[in-house]
């Protein structure tokens, strides 16, 4: 098993900045894409980065030029850093991670818990 476990949410104002963290622990061999979705009350959960192992990136256009994401694989940790916060970010953002468990294994999705993150004045 996999387990994802985020930190880094809360209260912010307009203009302001947060950093989200999300560390990956378990029976982990290998991770390929790891980034984040964010769901806002009455919407769906959306894309709002990830990054494979060797680096590329897909950024949601919402959240380009404001948000940046990061890895440390040998941590097995990513990281969402948000500038320029808008209130319609208020979300709670979810740390996903595709898992390979063993060399011959299939890759597993996981998800964590979720963080809330609220951008208000």
């Known amino acids: 098993q996999v387990q994802l476990v985020e930190s880094g949410g809360g209260l912010v104002q307009p203009g302001g900045s947060l950093r989200l963290s999300c560390e990956a622990s378990g029976s982990i061999f290998s991770i390929n894409v790891m980034g984040w979705y964010r769901q806002a009350p009455g919407k769906q959960r959306e894309l709002v980065a990830v990054?494979?192992?060797?680096?590329?990136?897909n950024d949601a256009d919402s959240v380009k030029g404001r948000f940046t994401i990061s890895r440390d694989n040998a941590k097995n940790t990513v990281y969402l850093q948000m500038n320029s916060l808008k209130p319609e970010d208020t979300a709670v953002y979810y740390c996903?991670?595709?898992?390979?468990?063993?060399?011959?294994?299939?890759?597993?999705?996981?998800w964590g818990q979720g963080t809330q993150v609220t951008v208000s004045s």
């Open positions: 990054k494979t192992r060797t680096g590329s990136t």
């Open positions: 996903n991670a595709a898992v390979r468990e063993g060399p011959w294994e299939d890759e597993s999705d996981y």
